[in-house]
């Protein structure tokens, strides 16, 4: 077999913005304002305000003003009257791993890991979250049994999603997010893991639970036996109800940009369920190419429709921005293997994570592959922030530095809400 021909290069973020200029981005602003009309003024449409006047040739390059400062800025967030709110309490200019100030919630950082603290969610919205999430768990989807209850309330899933969205306009945005992650989790648990999941049969599963999301178009002779089936289990109905909620707020495109992540999401089951049928430890690189589909990537990537504003398609699909959402859901995801490592442990069976499968294939002590998933975590968050100052530098359009902003909020978090949640996670005793 031949092999394949290098990739073509692709263009750095300050050459494709070059090579776009004005034009590219000014069409962006237009097609936001294009689905607004279309859309009969939708409150969720991007608003992208005409481009700034270039400045004179001699003046120094957008890149070089921007260079040293744009991560800063992407990080503090807006400016000005009525903006407080919005700005999360990062660390800034943080060169080394940083500890959280003294706080109500629970729970220590592992020691070493790159992350910056954020504010205590606004109790009042957690409080209201959890209240209407449990509602809609319990009274439309008949989510769980009564037995579940203790663990559904542990999740705190509305201290999760207050503290990744701190840009939500209101409740009714949060709720967007707070549905599809409990969906998401209950197919976790019921198809892959804790309660009655298995990698046997898991591929069919999947994919009937993904018409939930990306609905069947078939005769009229089977559509009705389809449509039953979206209400035979517990996550289908959950994924049903909240991609439905999801599709009434959201864009087509944002829309459209969810199921791809999910699909993907699914795709990264199905390899960690092969490789469990076949008792298979993958390399260390086999294993972060699984988790870079099985990962919170459709969490982040909905940030701009859970704020209330949309980033045109092009300007999410272009390769930077590809590449500083996929580092963000990677780094997240490394979050989750090292806060949830001796719950794994303590499980039946084998658990993937990212220190087992480095202890295993390198042949090094639990300890030792601990701290080494650790430096790949601070690796990658150092890379993610990096390409996301690069980006914000490249194409300064106010969308795209929020929905960056949005991001690096969310991976924030993230890890808030992994280091609190003592009921599910602890650290091992490695220090």
Not at 21 to 50: F, K, M, Q, S
Not at 141 to 163: H, K, N
Not at 164 to 173: G, K, L, R, Y
Not at 318 to 334: D, F
Request: charged content about 20%.
């Amino acid at each position: 077999m031949p092999a394949p021909e290098p990739s073509p290069p692709q263009s750095s973020p300050s050459a494709a913005a070059s090579h776009s200029g004005a034009y590219v981005l000014a069409e962006a602003a237009a097609r936001a304002r294009d689905i607004g009309a279309a859309t009969g003024g939708r409150p969720l449409v991007a608003r992208v305000p005409p481009l700034p006047t270039p400045p004179p040739a001699d003046a120094p390059t957008a890149e070089a003003r921007a260079a040293g400062g744009a991560l800063d800025r992407i990080l503090r967030g807006p400016s000005g009257l009525g903006t407080v709110s919005l700005r999360p309490a990062r660390c800034e200019g943080a060169s080394a791993p940083v500890e959280a100030p003294a706080a109500p919630a629970e729970g220590s950082p592992v020691p070493g890991l790159y992350h910056h603290p954020v504010p205590e969610p606004d109790p009042v919205r957690v409080a209201e979250v959890g209240r209407r999430i449990k509602s809609w768990a319990l009274d439309e989807v008949e989510l769980y049994p009564e037995d579940w209850e203790d663990q559904f309330d542990g999740f705190s899933v509305g201290r999760y999603m207050v503290a990744c969205h701190p840009d939500a306009p209101t409740v009714d945005h949060l709720m967007l997010a707070t549905r599809l992650m409990v969906a998401e989790n209950a197919v976790d648990d019921c198809y892959c893991e804790d309660h009655g999941g298995s990698p046997i049969g898991l591929g069919g599963r999947l994919l009937l639970a993904h018409t939930a999301l990306d609905p069947l178009h078939t005769t009229k002779e089977y559509q009705p036996r389809w449509a039953e089936s979206l209400h035979s289990d517990a996550p289908r109905r959950a994924y049903r109800s909240a991609m439905e909620y999801f599709r009434g707020a959201a864009s087509p495109s944002q829309a459209d940009r969810f199921r791809h992540d999910m699909a993907r999401l699914h795709l990264g089951y199905l390899a960690e369920a092969a490789w469990a049928q076949t008792d298979h430890v993958p390399e260390v690189w086999e294993y972060l190419a699984m988790r870079q589909f099985n990962n919170f990537r459709p969490c982040p990537t909905i940030t701009d429709t859970v704020g209330g504003y949309e980033l045109p398609a092009d300007l999410h699909a272009g390769p930077a921005m590809q590449r500083v959402i996929a580092l963000a859901g990677n780094a997240t995801t490394i979050v989750n293997d090292l806060y949830s490592y001796t719950k794994e442990l303590d499980s039946p069976g084998r658990h993937l994570n990212l220190p087992v499968v480095i202890a295993e294939r390198e042949g090094i002590a639990d300890r030792d592959a601990y701290m080494k998933a650790i430096d790949v975590h601070n690796e990658l968050m150092h890379d993610f922030e990096a390409e996301a100052a690069a980006l914000a530098a490249a194409c300064p359009v106010p969308g795209v530095r929020r929905f960056l902003r949005g991001v690096a909020v969310w991976v924030d978090g993230n890890h808030y809400w992994h280091r609190t949640n003592t009921y599910r996670y602890g650290l091992p005793d490695f220090w």
